[in-house]
């Protein structure tokens, strides 16, 4: 299969991909128009981009909103609540059949790498089983990285370590934490240590929920940046969220960033998500309680952005387009500056693939895998403006969705 006229990003003049099974044969700069065969693709100036990637979103909890009860007042508390009514219902196939909906709305719109938080504070480990099973179901849609999510807690949670070990044995890929919501600040430092001897043991990666609360005084960031720092895990570790960081003075934040500057470590931020739950305990003034996703990314550090949910308990919207995500976070954290809005793309492609540790399994070049989307659009900015979408999605080789825009007629 060829593709014909296609934009690349950080190139001038048009392109020829050539496409060999489920490799990238050639890329050439195209002086001239070819026909284009039968089976070919014309991207007719548009960008061609690997595909987009979903880093962080929990599909063991995703099309449960309403069921049975809705969250009245949009907060994380009575989500919780209303997740516990959904939970006592959840059954293996539910959970599955759940989580390929999800997938399907995912591929919708162009994303074939996905990393999915999954609870593993349940003593039966029952999501993570289904979960294992749908990463091998679909893997013809998508890679699905499974990250073991102690939702309630390592430490405060009855034989929580245990379960985290048992889960990365049963074939989780990624080491989770959540550490500022153990019991003590003394038990939130201790998981992380404990998660990260596992990560290090195991060869897992890590990804931490870390510091998701507007307090200033959470501060376990710090821990996971020096035990990565020491470690020399940083390009093995990311922490999600940090949304206390937009509660940090600039004092500490200064001295922070020079060791997580020193880490490598990754940062993904779920902007819709993070602006809506939040803030809630401030009138006005009101904060945004977002991580500073800007700064991250000046101090020349890796940040991306994720969707958390898709009409769950936490958070009732959501249709599995990334794109919406990015053009939300371009607006909360004040990026439509614009050298932010020209590389903006970056926040849902090769960033996230790096957090996501993808390496040469990603990325338009030769002998990579043939994973590739063509857009709506000619160059990122104009993507973001005319809320473009992904036309063609192709996956090892093979055209994996097409989508046909919509026209208007005008009188
Ligand atoms: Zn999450």
Redesign the pocket.
């Known amino acids: 299969m060829i593709i014909h006229n296609a934009r690349l990003r950080g190139h001038d003049g048009l392109h020829r991909i050539t496409l060999n099974g489920a490799r990238i044969a050639a890329i050439e700069a195209q002086h001239a128009l070819h026909p284009i065969a039968e089976g070919d693709l014309d991207a007719a100036g548009n960008l061609v981009v690997p595909p987009f990637v979903e880093p ?1 979103i ?1 599909l063991d909890a995703t099309l449960t909103a309403g069921e049975p009860n809705w969250n009245m007042s949009g907060t994380l508390f009575e989500g919780i609540e209303r997740w516990a009514e959904r939970k006592a219902l959840v059954t293996h196939e539910d959970t599955k059949t759940r989580a390929k909906k999800t997938i399907d709305m995912l591929v919708d719109h162009g994303i074939q790498h996905v990393r999915t ?1 999954v609870d593993v504070t349940d003593p039966t480990l029952a999501a993570l089983k289904a979960m294992l099973e749908v990463r091998e179901e679909t893997r013809h849609l998508i890679d699905l990285q499974i990250v073991a999510f102690p939702q309630e807690g390592i430490e405060s949670y009855a034989n929580g370590r245990a379960l985290m070990e048992q889960a990365i044995e049963l074939g989780a890929d990624v080491v989770g934490g959540i550490p500022h919501f153990e019991n003590t600040r003394d038990q939130g430092v201790s998981s992380i240590k404990f998660l990260m001897d596992l990560a290090e043991r195991t060869g897992c990666l890590v990804d931490v ?1 870390c510091d998701e609360t507007d307090d200033p005084q959470s501060r376990f960031l710090e821990v996971l940046a020096e035990e990565a720092r020491v470690r020399g895990m940083g390009a093995r570790v990311t922490a ?2 940090t949304t206390a960081m937009g509660s940090y003075d600039n004092a500490y934040c200064s001295k922070l960033f020079r060791l997580l500057k020193m880490s490598g470590i990754s940062f993904i931020s ?1 902007p819709t998500e993070s602006i809506h739950l939040q803030g809630r305990f401030d009138t006005y003034p009101k904060r945004r309680g977002l991580t500073r996703v800007a700064e991250i990314d000046r101090a020349g550090m890796n940040v991306c952005f994720g969707q ?1 949910s898709i009409v769950d308990p936490w958070y009732p919207l959501g249709n599995g387009n990334i794109l919406r995500i990015l053009e939300a976070g371009l607006h909360i954290c004040h990026m439509l500056g614009y050298e932010d809005l020209k590389r903006s793309l970056d926040l849902i492609t090769d960033n996230s693939a790096r957090a996501l540790n993808l390496g040469e399994g990603y990325g338009l070049e030769v002998g990579r895998p043939a994973n590739l989307l063509i857009l709506s659009a000619p160059d990122d900015y104009e993507m973001v403006r005319s809320q473009g979408h992904a036309l063609v999605s192709v996956r090892h080789g093979k055209v994996l969705m097409r989508r046909t825009p919509a026209s208007i007629e005008r009188a």
Do not use: L, T, Y
Request: aromatic share 0%.
């Open positions: 962080h929990h938080h929920h999600s969220h779920c958390d």
